[in-house]
């Protein structure tokens, strides 16, 4: 069964301090994974997408990592601020994309 | 470029009770998707269409929930009769085709049923 399954379940660190997210899935066909912010109230958005042949990808203070033979992926948050308070889900697309298994994610909250 | 459109934004109804919610997707984007979103949980995918045509609906449950996406456009989302386990937020998203090309989410409408 295809799955995806994040950690931690929620994350609380201090405003400025970094944090490394995790994701593991089992899906396959492997097409792309993605990692979504998701603040209250809203609907999600996208951070980061990486094929097979990507290892890393980033975007501003967020790096995304890809390790395809073991099925994990990670969201690293650097100099985190009060902003970033959110719900971090990560999403697989399956074989050509017409599937997707989304993430339960993982809820940060940075602290000042 | 506008993004998703969805309405309303909140609804609090009784169970047993019908109701409905609407998504504008943005423009020329062929596929739409609706996701449920229960608190706590990542979005489940309930119904996904390809302009009018439905992709996957293997869980949508049938039997309370339709949904229709007439002239392969707007798309509306129904629910009769509510029960309690329905609350949550409904989620629409839209993309040009598969997922591939990524999706881009609404607000959702946040369902109470009390």
């Known amino acids: 069964k295809n799955q995806v399954e994040q950690s931690p379940q929620s994350l609380i660190i201090l405003e400025g301090k970094n944090c490394t997210l995790q994701c593991n899935y089992t899906v396959s066909p492997f097409s792309n994974l993605r990692w979504y912010k998701q603040d209250t109230g809203r609907g999600p958005v996208s951070l980061t997408i990486m094929t097979f042949s990507e290892n890393t990808k980033s975007n501003g203070r967020y790096t995304a990592t890809l390790d395809a033979d073991t099925k994990q992926s990670s969201l690293h948050i650097t100099a985190s601020q009060l902003s970033d308070s959110a719900s971090y889900i990560c999403?697989?697309?399956?074989?050509?994309?017409?599937?997707?298994?989304f993430g339960a994610g993982t809820r940060l909250f940075v602290k000042a | 470029e506008a993004g998703v459109a969805q309405s309303p934004r909140y609804k609090i109804i009784e169970k047993r009770q019908s109701v409905a919610f609407w998504c504008n997707p943005i423009?020329?984007?062929?596929?739409l998707y609706w996701y449920q979103q229960i608190l706590g949980q990542g979005p489940k995918l309930l119904i996904q269409?390809?302009?009018?045509?439905?992709?996957?609906d293997s869980q949508l449950p049938k039997d309370r929930f339709s949904a229709e996406r007439l002239k392969g456009v707007d798309s509306t989302l129904k629910i009769q009769p509510a029960k309690l386990e329905d609350s949550a937020v409904y989620l629409c998203a839209s993309s040009h085709g598969t997922a591939n090309y990524g999706y881009t989410f609404g607000s959702g409408t946040r369902l109470t049923v009390v």
């Open positions: 269409f390809q302009n009018n045509g439905v992709v996957d």
């Open positions: 999403v697989v697309s399956e074989g050509g994309g017409f599937k997707t298994i």
């Open positions: 423009s020329g984007h062929a596929t």
